[in-house]
């Protein structure tokens, strides 16, 4: 009988001393933890136009002078943020200009880098320039 009312005073205390640390008035913090896929077309979009300088040098070196001024660039964004592949579509540039244009544009994704996710991310860049005079 004298340790079943030590069973109890036990229980009792151990029940107080967890209620007394869940308070309603402390805030609670809560834990966010994003296990984000693929990037978002929102961070692809906004880590791609930082580097739309280098591409407009590329395409203003490297293009046909009468070109629409359009080039779309299809790439995969690894894991890791760098990219890992590059197709270039360049309408009305052809030969020696498109492989001029695509060498100037794989020299650059080098050093293009996009936040880490947890797969590979295929994505479609268009990039449209207009002439002036």
């Known amino acids: 009988m004298l340790a079943c009312g030590i069973m109890r005073t036990l229980l009792a205390a151990i029940l107080l001393v967890a209620l007394a640390g869940w308070s309603t008035d402390k805030p609670r913090r809560v834990y966010h933890h994003f296990d984000q896929y693929e990037l978002t077309l929102q961070q692809v979009q906004h880590y791609a136009d930082a580097y739309l300088p280098g591409v407009r040098e590329c395409y203003v070196e490297h293009a046909a002078p009468r070109a629409p001024g359009l080039v779309t660039l299809h ?28 060498a100037c544009i794989q020299d650059e994704i080098e ?6 996710a947890n797969a590979d991310t295929p994505a479609i860049l268009p990039y449209r320039f207009l002439k002036t005079r």
């Open 75 to 102: 790439v995969v964004v690894r894991r890791n943020g760098s990219i890992g592949e590059l197709a270039i579509e360049a309408p009305g540039v052809t030969g020696k200009r498109l492989k001029a244009l695509t």
């Open 111 to 116: 050093t293009w880098q996009f936040p880490v």
